[in-house]
């Protein structure tokens, strides 16, 4: 199975801020990765598929990029709503499997 | 608007069973690949299975092989995961999930349902 390692675990940040999350592939999985937000006792919602490419919908402060075996999700400018726990998914090679999260709370 | 409903969910005793739905809506059922995906209490994200549009291809998670069975009824539009010889790691909130592009490339959630493996 393709491990996914999402760096950091967790993270403090201000509203504002601009917010860098990585996730890192075992092995090549090109551009087949997603990107998910998690709000507290709600259902992931996907933000960025095929690695930089925004879902509808989703402000633009939002972003990803990254191929291979190295991704980012970055926030441009960090609102209220954000602070939230981000997964990425890689869904290249079977079977697919999750990056452990990263929790992004208020500093 | 694509809505996802799970149901069916609740408290069961370790080796008990269970039947999991999603309602779905908004789009055309039969032309989608659906998913199972669960989450442990305080844990992160596990993909469970995948049905293909048809019904004709299925997909396990090897902690699952052989004691869960996911299917769909295309009339009724309502995914289902049927849940056998549960114990306590099978307790965790259970989503649905519509697959986008790629059929492990899930676009769409439901708000998930519980199920509490416990005496």
């Known amino acids: 199975d393709i491990q996914m390692t999402q760096s950091p675990s967790s993270l403090s940040a201000s509203v504002g801020d601009r917010v860098t999350i990585t996730c890192r592939a075992s092995?090549?999985?090109?551009?087949?990765l997603g990107w998910y937000q998690q709000r507290p006792g709600k259902a992931p919602k996907r933000l960025i598929y095929a690695a930089s490419s925004l879902q509808s919908g989703v402000p633009s402060r939002f972003s990803g990029s990254g191929s291979g075996t190295e991704f980012t999700l970055t926030v441009s400018s960090l609102q209220p709503e954000d602070f939230a726990t981000y997964y990425c998914?890689?869904?290249?090679?079977?079977?697919?499997?999750f990056g452990q999260g990263t929790k992004v709370d208020i500093k | 608007e694509v809505q996802l409903v799970e149901s069916g969910g609740g408290l069961v005793q370790p080796g008990g069973s269970l039947r999991l739905s999603c309602a779905a809506s908004?789009?055309?059922?039969?032309?989608?690949?659906m998913s199972w995906v669960r989450q442990a209490p305080g844990k992160g994200l596990e993909w469970v299975s995948t049905?293909?549009?048809?019904?004709?291809?299925?997909y396990y998670a090897d902690s699952v092989k052989g004691r869960f069975t996911i299917s769909r009824d295309n009339s009724k539009k309502t995914l289902y995961l049927q849940i056998n010889s549960l114990g306590a790691e099978d307790t965790a909130i259970y989503y649905c999930?519509?697959?986008?592009?790629?059929?492990?490339?899930?676009?769409?959630w439901g708000q998930g349902t519980l199920v509490t493996v416990s005496s």
């Open positions: 999930a519509r697959s986008g592009s790629g059929w492990f490339a899930f676009d769409y």
């Open positions: 908004g789009f055309t059922f039969s032309t989608y690949a």
């Open positions: 049905i293909s549009g048809s019904g004709a291809g299925t």
């Open positions: 092995q090549g999985i090109r551009n087949d």
């Open positions: 998914l890689q869904h290249n090679s079977y079977p697919p499997t």
